[in-house]
């Protein structure tokens, strides 16, 4: 029996108007939004090749590296994860990975599965690690690749990369640096600090649609592929095949999702337009005013004072205060998404994400008025006013 065709009828898609300021995907650009309804190209086309060339570019700024093997991932930021440890690891090899939070763990689960013998070191969510403690643990279990992340979305902790990266080296690994929710809006400093492998997404700090993963691969990581005695064991990210298509080959390996790849090369060509720098000040600038507000709402920080990302701020839930009733309140009343706690924060925290395109002083403004208004209708007892004034002086100031 042939299954029945659906006895209703659907009608075109009208999705409800939000302001994304959770952990990810983040606004987009109307201009982004406007390349992905353009026209598609074949993905051997020389004019889609000419535009993976200028995107390239275009990576190669936004990472701060010279490195050949840049490109970006059919896949969301999980596949540049999986595509850096894939292509480094061989079973049986000795792997460190520095977990502050949600990410480094799915990094954890990710390199057992390839027979990688897995040493872990661990934080409380909300700190970082202090380079000595690498560095006692690169001594002790003689890694061939270090895994940590630089953002950690899921505490809001930005971990300070350029010492640990020199440990590593000196003890002759390599490091892969997840970038998901730094890229855009941090300095991620491939070559200077000399990171191995580097990954991010397109949906948070580059403020495209999630779909793909920028990632780069330094020459070192590239020598170690190449030596490499087992075949990488997934075909679809392994990036020797896929720098094939990317390099001057253009040998056909999957089909590039066109209109995503539209929609990165839009958004890159924005954070070019804007500077890296001046990018960065902003994502500074309304990260000073959002954090003065949410303390005027007597909210406190996970991640601890000088480690916090401006991308991502994570505070706990007040007692008292149910976590879904003030979110589902944001959303369906006021049409905003801000997230909720992962993993040990489950229920314990919010997430307000101020990435790329979002980080603005009219969302901050926004978002401040808004949950003053669910915090006070939940019973806190709070000055009115009391976060936009605080957000207004930070500016100010
Ligand atoms: C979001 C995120 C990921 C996963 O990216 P997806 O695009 O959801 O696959 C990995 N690491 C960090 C730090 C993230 O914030």
């Known amino acids: 029996m042939p299954i029945a065709s659906p006895?209703?009828?659907?009608?075109?898609?009208n999705p409800p108007q939000r302001l994304l300021l959770g952990p990810g995907p983040s606004d987009v650009h109307p201009r982004v939004l406007a390349a992905m309804t353009l026209p598609l190209l074949g993905h051997l086309d020389p004019a889609f090749v000419a535009m993976m060339d200028e995107t390239k570019e275009m990576l190669r700024y936004v990472f701060q590296t010279k490195n050949p093997m840049t490109l970006a991932l059919p896949g969301t930021g999980s596949s540049g994860m999986e595509s850096a440890f894939v292509n480094l690891i061989e079973p049986g090899?000795?792997?460190l990975i520095c977990v502050v939070g949600y990410f480094g763990e799915r990094m954890v689960d990710m390199t057992e599965r390839l027979g990688a013998k897995?040493?872990?070191?661990?934080?409380?969510y909300g700190e970082a690690f202090d380079p000595s403690e690498v560095r006692d643990a690169v001594k002790k279990h003689a890694p061939k690749v270090v895994g940590i992340v630089h953002a950690e979305t899921s505490s809001g902790v930005l971990q300070p990369?350029?010492?640990?990266?020199?440990?590593?080296?000196?003890?002759?690994?390599?490091?892969?640096?997840?970038?998901?929710t730094s890229l855009g809006c941090v300095p991620v400093m491939t070559d200077e600090w000399g990171l191995d492998v580097v990954f991010s997404c397109t949906q948070k700090g580059l403020s495209c649609p999630p779909g793909m993963a920028p990632i780069s691969f330094s020459p070192k990581a590239v020598e170690t592929i190449h030596a490499r005695k087992t075949k990488v064991p997934n075909w679809y990210l392994?990036?020797?095949?896929?720098?094939?298509?990317?390099?001057?080959?253009?040998?056909?390996h999957h089909t590039a999702p066109i209109s995503m790849a539209y929609a990165l090369r839009e958004g890159l060509s924005l954070v070019i337009e804007e500077t890296l720098e001046a990018r960065f000040a902003r994502h500074v600038r309304n990260q000073k005013a959002l954090k003065a507000g949410l303390q005027a709402l007597g909210l406190t920080y996970v991640a601890a004072e000088g480690f916090q990302v401006p991308a991502v701020h994570a505070v706990r839930i007040p007692d008292g205060i149910d976590d879904l009733t003030i979110r589902k309140r944001l959303l369906n009343d006021m049409g905003i998404e801000i997230g909720g706690g992962l993993g040990s924060l489950k229920g314990k925290a919010w997430r307000i994400g101020l990435m790329g395109q979002g980080s603005k002083e009219r969302n901050v403004l926004l978002l401040l008025g808004a949950l003053e208004v669910c915090l006070r209708d939940?019973?806190?007892?709070l000055k009115p006013g009391a976060a936009l004034e605080a957000a207004g002086a930070a500016y100010a100031g």
């Not at 590593?168 to 997840?178: K, N, P, S, T």
């Open 7 to 13: 006895s209703r009828t659907f009608a075109p898609l």
């Open 238 to 252: 392994d990036v020797s095949l896929l720098s094939k298509y990317w390099g001057s080959d253009r040998a056909y």
């Open 93 to 95: 090899d000795s792997v």
């Open 118 to 124: 897995v040493h872990v070191i661990e934080k409380p």
């Open 161 to 180: 990369l350029e010492e640990i990266v020199k440990i590593v080296h000196e003890a002759g690994a390599l490091i892969v640096v997840d970038a998901v």
């Open 378 to 381: 939940a019973g806190c007892s």
